[in-house]
């Protein structure tokens, strides 16, 4: 079994950042690729960013590229997203997840194994 933590949401304008920490326990946190997603009201969830299990590879939405950076700390067990140039449609619930298995964690199905209890980001324009 996996624990994983959020921290970080809360309540930001347009053009603002924010950077969400997820924290890992109960397993090697490095055999572990990581994902971060998210699920605004009304909406599926969907997939934000990814990172491989040494960091040396990450895929993003195209809705956040060049905005959002994706990284882990195998030392300290957490992972990571700093989200820049927040915008409203970046409001939702964001939720980290752990797979042993990458195209889960790239939003392939099945899902992955191992979700957090998610964090609230709100963007006011």
């Known amino acids: 079994q996996v624990q994983l933590v959020e921290s970080g949401g809360g309540l930001v304008r347009a053009g603002e950042s924010l950077r969400l920490s997820c924290a890992a326990s109960?397993?090697?946190?490095?055999?572990?690729?990581m994902g971060w997603f998210r699920q605004a009201p009304g909406k599926e969830r969907e997939f934000v960013a990814a990172?491989?299990?040494?960091?040396?590879?990450?895929r993003y939405a195209d809705s956040v590229k060049g905005r959002f950076t994706i990284s882990r700390d195998n030392a300290q067990n957490t992972l990571y997203l700093q989200m820049n140039s927040l915008k409203p449609e970046d409001t939702a619930l964001y939720y980290c997840?752990?797979?042993?298995?990458?195209?889960?964690?790239?939003?392939?199905?099945?899902?992955?194994?191992?979700w957090g209890q998610g964090t609230q980001v709100t963007v006011s324009s």
């Open positions: 990172i491989s299990r040494t960091g040396g590879l990450t």
């Open positions: 997840a752990a797979d042993v298995n990458y195209g889960r964690v790239v939003g392939g199905s099945p899902p992955p194994d191992y």
């Open positions: 109960g397993r090697t946190f490095s055999n572990y690729y």
